[in-house]
């Protein structure tokens, strides 16, 4: 990483309120570039703090962007970090609509051009798509980065932790005396997420509303959309370049996981991202006739076979160009299943190696050898000759099972692993159907993997395993007791492609140099960050994980922030009614300057019956040691579609 400390501009910066037509106002940072003349803005907005939690990552990117020519802003939305009002769903409305309202502010200010450009990441790159789709006329482009335009399929991960988030207070550095007035009014405002999104499990009008999907054609920013080959999102790239006109759509798939590509986090090779993205807002933003647009359609990362771990600093691999997508370089390729058909019915705890949903980075984020699952599964495996050529897949690998089933409930995982010669088995992608939801479909038993860029060598397997079971990643059904495989009516089809002599190049990562955060020394031992207890007597397993928050840290404006997080899923082998999992947050938030002391402790935990989820929380909010908001929440939510 190289870290840039001179640019065409100078740059200041000034934190504002940004008013919206209620009255609300929203907290924002601006760094512009000092000059007279007036240049076009970018905006980051997110419920990601902008004072404290996502400081060191704006400083990296916003006065970089300040530096050569553009008004880069930053804003915490309605509800969050020092902003006013009431958080929302993140499925509602409310959230793109002020977006909106932001983006025309930002237009009419006497130092923009009045052309906007958006960017973020996750829940920020998702919601310029949403703001991107309402097509307010000063947003021209926008940069969108492992984000979801299908919020049914995405997002269901972040149910347990986002109101954890929503309820840390604003800052009394930024805000005033004002900041507990506002906390409590938040804090008594937020429900817990966790019973909204189970009781909406289908693909109804609830998670329809929060993506685009449903309306790509709405968009009329032009995109570059971005994905990672380990981040859940990446088939998020896939369609949009799919079904946007191509001449104002791009997109990039790298090796990575849950992070902006130029981070430099496991797994890498990173890019350049930031000199990227400057092509793409010269040309859309001021008209630099440069080549951005000459771009092919897709530029992908084709990863090499590689061992099963669970952190890689680098992936072996290359890089690929495709000018459309569909891709004229790739041809589905069948393999059809032998054998006589075959019960699958996986024990309960299959899937407990199936690596971190969102992976960011983490020693113990990726799937390890597959051999445990596989052995829970029904393997058919394809051999690769030894004298012929690698097989090179991109894109998404698709399935169809002839399966009978006891009970109109339960699911099916496939998963697709590359086996080497030794027998150690590497996930490669992985998809699932719940049969339900095929009994809803005419019986259908076919479905994608996610998309992914892999090279499987001669004398190597593919090896498609199929589980009825994969915790904690998918809740098991009441009923769920396996089926049968017919393999003679079953076949895999793989997106193989030919291979090409592609020339894709990127500048090394540059950022501005970001704040120093200081994490202070402890002797404290860390807990793993991924921990497997089995309780051999009653056939019970614990998987334990730290996500790694970030510990303490201590910012340069002098706030001292603590965050610890154990989340916690149990199963009983044979047992899909014994399913439990349970989240506890722990957060400090510590000005000793002006005697400021919070804690938040939050605990979210789900169990079932036959006929329902049950949840529970529980919020308790200290200033100075003194209890100022205590609320348990206690939901029996139906079960409709698992």
Same mark, same amino acid.
């Given at each position: 990483?190289?870290?840039?400390?001179?640019?065409?501009?100078?740059?200041?910066?000034?934190?504002?309120?940004?008013?919206?037509?209620?009255?609300?106002?929203?907290?924002?940072?601006?760094?512009?570039?000092?000059?007279?003349?007036?240049?076009?803005?970018?905006?980051?907005? !997110?419920?990601?703090?902008?004072?404290?939690?996502?400081?060191?990552?704006?400083?990296?990117?916003?006065?970089?962007?300040?530096?050569?020519?553009?008004?880069?802003?930053?804003?915490?939305?309605?509800?969050?970090?020092?902003?006013?009002? !009431?958080?929302?769903?993140?499925?509602?409305?409310?959230?793109?609509?002020?977006? +909106?309202?932001?983006?025309?502010?930002?237009?009419?200010?006497?130092?923009?051009?009045?052309?906007?450009?958006?960017?973020?990441?996750?829940?920020?790159?998702?919601?310029?798509?949403?703001?991107?789709?309402?097509?307010?006329?000063?947003?021209?482009?926008?940069?969108?980065?492992?984000?979801?335009?299908?919020?049914?399929?995405?997002?269901?991960?972040?149910?347990?932790?986002?109101?954890?988030?929503?309820?840390?207070?604003?800052?009394?550095?930024?805000?005033?005396?004002?900041?507990?007035?506002?906390?409590?009014?938040?804090?008594?405002?937020?429900?817990?997420?966790? $019973?909204?999104?189970?009781?909406?499990?289908?693909?109804?009008?609830?998670?329809?509303?929060?993506?685009?999907?449903? *309306?790509?054609?709405? &968009?009329?920013?032009?995109?570059?959309?971005?994905?990672?080959?380990?981040?859940?999102?990446?088939?998020?790239?896939?369609?949009?370049?799919?079904?946007?006109?191509?001449?104002?759509?791009?997109? &990039?798939?790298?090796?990575?996981?849950?992070?902006?590509?130029?981070?430099?986090?496991?797994?890498?090779?990173?890019?350049?991202?930031?000199?990227?993205?400057?092509?793409?807002?010269?040309?859309?933003?001021?008209?630099?006739?440069?080549?951005?647009?000459?771009? $092919?359609?897709?530029?992908?990362?084709?990863?090499?076979?590689?061992?099963?771990?669970?952190?890689?600093?680098?992936?072996?691999?290359?890089?690929?160009?495709?000018?459309?997508?569909?891709?004229?370089?790739?041809?589905? +390729?069948?393999?059809?299943?032998?054998?006589?058909?075959? /019960?699958?019915?996986?024990?309960?705890?299959?899937?407990?190696?199936?690596?971190?949903?969102?992976?960011?980075?983490?020693?113990?984020?990726?799937?390890?050898?597959?051999?445990?699952?596989?052995?829970?599964?029904?393997?058919?495996?394809?051999?690769?000759?030894?004298?012929?050529?690698?097989?090179?897949? @991109?894109?998404?690998?698709?399935?169809? !099972?002839?399966?009978?089933?006891?009970?109109?409930?339960?699911?099916?995982?496939? =998963?697709?692993?590359?086996?080497?010669?030794?027998?150690?088995?590497?996930?490669?992608?992985?998809?699932?159907?719940?049969?339900?939801? =095929?009994?809803?479909?005419?019986?259908?038993?076919?479905?994608?993997?996610?998309? &992914?860029?892999?090279?499987?060598?001669?004398?190597?397997?593919?090896?498609?395993?199929?589980?009825?079971?994969?915790?904690?990643?998918?809740?098991?059904?009441?009923?769920?007791?396996?089926?049968?495989?017919?393999?003679?009516?079953?076949?895999?089809?793989?997106?193989?492609?030919?291979?090409?002599?592609?020339?894709?190049?990127?500048?090394?990562?540059?950022?501005?140099?970001?704040?120093?955060?200081?994490?202070?020394?402890? @002797?404290?031992?860390?807990?793993?960050?991924?921990?497997?207890?089995? *309780?051999?007597?009653?056939?019970?397993?614990? @998987?334990? /994980?730290?996500?790694?928050?970030?510990?303490?840290?201590?910012? $340069?404006?002098?706030?001292?922030?603590?965050?610890? /997080?154990?989340?916690?899923?149990?199963?009983?082998?044979?047992?899909?009614?014994?399913?439990?999992?349970?989240?506890?947050?722990?957060?400090?938030?510590?000005?000793?300057?002006?005697?400021?002391?919070?804690?938040?402790?939050?605990?979210?935990?789900?169990?079932? *019956?036959?006929?329902?989820?049950?949840?529970?929380?529980?919020?308790?909010?200290?200033?100075?040691?003194?209890?100022?908001?205590?609320?348990?929440?206690?939901?029996?939510?139906?079960?409709?579609?698992?």
């Amino acid at each position: 990483m190289r870290i840039r400390t001179t640019f065409p501009y100078e740059t200041t910066h000034e934190d504002v309120r940004i008013p919206l037509p209620d009255g609300t106002r929203l907290y924002a940072r601006v760094w512009r570039p000092v000059t007279d003349d007036p240049v076009p803005a970018l905006l980051e907005y !997110l419920p990601g703090r902008l004072t404290d939690r996502t400081a060191p990552r704006d400083g990296q990117r916003h006065p970089w962007y300040a530096g050569h020519g553009y008004a880069s802003v930053r804003v915490d939305v309605r509800g969050h970090g020092n902003s006013e009002g !009431l958080p929302g769903n993140a499925y509602d409305a409310v959230e793109p609509a002020d977006g +909106v309202a932001v983006v025309n502010w930002l237009a009419e200010r006497p130092w923009c051009t009045g052309k906007v450009g958006m960017f973020g990441i996750s829940r920020g790159g998702s919601t310029a798509l949403r703001i991107a789709a309402l097509a307010p006329g000063p947003l021209k482009a926008i940069v969108t980065v492992c984000s979801s335009d299908d919020r049914y399929d995405d997002d269901s991960a972040w149910a347990a932790t986002l109101p954890d988030f929503v309820r840390r207070p604003p800052d009394p550095r930024y805000v005033g005396e004002e900041w507990r007035e506002m906390w409590l009014r938040r804090l008594e405002a937020v429900e817990p997420s966790v $019973p909204t999104w189970l009781a909406h499990r289908t693909r109804d009008a609830y998670g329809r509303h929060g993506g685009v999907r449903e *309306d790509h054609g709405a &968009i009329e920013a032009a995109v570059l959309a971005v994905g990672g080959w380990h981040d859940p999102y990446r088939d998020t790239v896939l369609r949009l370049v799919e079904h946007l006109p191509e001449d104002r759509v791009r997109g &990039i798939i790298g090796p990575w996981s849950h992070q902006y590509p130029d981070q430099g986090l496991p797994p890498g090779p990173a890019i350049g991202f930031l000199q990227e993205t400057l092509r793409w807002w010269d040309h859309h933003l001021k008209g630099a006739e440069n080549d951005v647009m000459a771009e $092919p359609l897709l530029r992908s990362w084709i990863s090499a076979s590689h061992p099963p771990a669970t952190v890689y600093e680098e992936l072996p691999g290359r890089w690929v160009a495709d000018p459309a997508w569909p891709s004229p370089n790739i041809t589905p +390729v069948t393999y059809a299943f032998q054998g006589d058909p075959v /019960v699958v019915d996986s024990p309960q705890q299959t899937g407990l190696d199936a690596g971190r949903f969102l992976p960011r980075g983490n020693d113990a984020d990726l799937p390890p050898d597959q051999r445990d699952e596989d052995a829970h599964s029904a393997c058919f495996d394809f051999v690769v000759p030894e004298d012929g050529p690698p097989i090179e897949i @991109l894109g998404r690998p698709w399935v169809s !099972l002839a399966l009978t089933t006891p009970a109109p409930t339960g699911q099916v995982i496939a =998963r697709l692993c590359d086996v080497a010669p030794d027998g150690s088995s590497t996930l490669v992608t992985r998809g699932a159907l719940t049969l339900s939801a =095929r009994h809803e479909e005419a019986e259908s038993s076919a479905f994608e993997l996610n998309g &992914i860029g892999h090279t499987f060598p001669p004398g190597h397997r593919v090896r498609l395993a199929v589980s009825s079971a994969y915790w904690p990643w998918i809740w098991p059904q009441p009923d769920a007791a396996g089926f049968t495989l017919d393999p003679t009516a079953s076949h895999l089809t793989l997106p193989v492609r030919r291979p090409t002599d592609d020339t894709v190049e990127w500048q090394e990562p540059e950022h501005s140099e970001p704040p120093t955060v200081v994490i202070p020394a402890t @002797l404290e031992e860390p807990r793993p960050e991924r921990l497997v207890v089995r *309780d051999v007597a009653k056939g019970e397993w614990r @998987l334990e /994980v730290d996500p790694r928050p970030g510990g303490t840290r201590v910012h $340069p404006d002098g706030l001292e922030c603590t965050e610890d /997080v154990l989340e916690t899923y149990t199963i009983t082998e044979r047992d899909p009614l014994s399913a439990h999992t349970r989240s506890d947050w722990s957060i400090r938030m510590h000005r000793p300057e002006m005697a400021w002391n919070i804690t938040i402790d939050a605990r979210s935990e789900i169990a079932c *019956d036959a006929d329902a989820f049950l949840t529970s929380n529980e919020v308790v909010c200290k200033e100075a040691g003194e209890v100022i908001f205590h609320r348990t929440w206690e939901k029996r939510v139906p079960r409709t579609a698992g």
